[in-house]
């Protein structure tokens, strides 16, 4: 097992954890590096880069120096296509678009990929992917069939599947800016389910929003939408303060 999913899984081993996750376009160099470190030092537990299609090798490398001047935590790289890999993060979330249409989004890009991941050191997360209803712009770009909200056992199998495929986590993926969150009643049912780490992003704006998921049985929250909105004010400290408020229990 490699070192930022042994950190991620210790983490975890006491409670939920929360992700940030910093565009490199719109936040870039030592903008995201001062993005990390407030984010962090409110208690975020990881940091991830990505977000925008067509992010640049040069725009995320920068970037990712940067977070890794300004904080301790792993950097993960929550990628795009091959294109926006850099040696500079500590890690890639390895993922495939479990419910998409289109093939190279599957698996043909991450075969492409899968070298250059060796290559350049980056440690592999494998993640089973997940688009929910309305998907936005991620539904859109990744041919998403998307799983409608009021049908959680649609959900339930797939993220199964990406389980006894082998990998590590499952991703319940709203979309960015999404009007509301993943459906409490989506998150449960996939919980009761699954046997590896649970993450939900999407819609996440408030602590409420926070509350309602972890009470849901997510483990691992993702905002990005929020602090690009807001910055690290109201909202983003609610929904962090739930995170620790939960892991304390």
């Not at 991620?8 to 990390?36: M, N, W, Y």
């Not at 992010?55 to 890794?68: D, G, K, T």
């Not at 795009?80 to 678009?97: H, I, K, N, Q, Y």
């Amino acid at each position: 097992m490699g070192r930022v999913l042994s950190y991620l899984e210790d983490r975890l081993s006491k409670g939920p954890v929360h992700l940030t996750l910093i565009d490199p376009d719109k936040s870039p160099g030592d903008k995201a590096g001062e993005l990390a470190k407030g984010a962090v030092e409110l208690g975020s537990d990881a940091i991830m880069l990505g977000g925008s299609t067509g992010i640049s090798r040069e725009r995320m490398s920068q970037a990712a120096r940067a977070v890794r001047r300004a904080v301790r935590v792993p950097s993960i790289i929550f990628p795009e296509g091959p294109g926006s890999l850099t040696p500079d993060a500590d890690a890639v979330f390895f993922m495939s678009l479990l419910n998409s249409r289109n093939l190279e989004l599957v698996i043909r890009a991450q075969a492409r990929a899968a070298p250059h991941v060796k290559a350049m050191g980056l440690e592999p997360i494998p993640l089973g992917y997940l688009v929910i209803a309305p998907g936005m712009r991620v539904g859109e770009v990744g041919d998403a069939d998307v799983v409608p909200r009021e049908h959680p056992e649609i959900a339930v199998g797939y993220a199964l599947a990406a389980e006894y495929l082998g990998m590590r986590m499952v991703y319940l993926e709203a979309g960015s800016g999404a009007p509301s969150p993943v459906p409490e009643e989506m998150v449960r049912a996939v919980r009761s389910a699954l046997g590896v780490p649970l993450i939900v992003g999407g819609g996440i704006r408030t602590a409420a929003d926070a509350r309602r998921l972890l009470s849901a049985g997510a483990q691992a929250l993702v905002t990005g939408t929020v602090t690009e909105e807001e910055g690290l004010g109201e909202g983003f400290q609610g929904i962090v303060g739930e995170v620790k408020r939960s892991r304390g229990r």
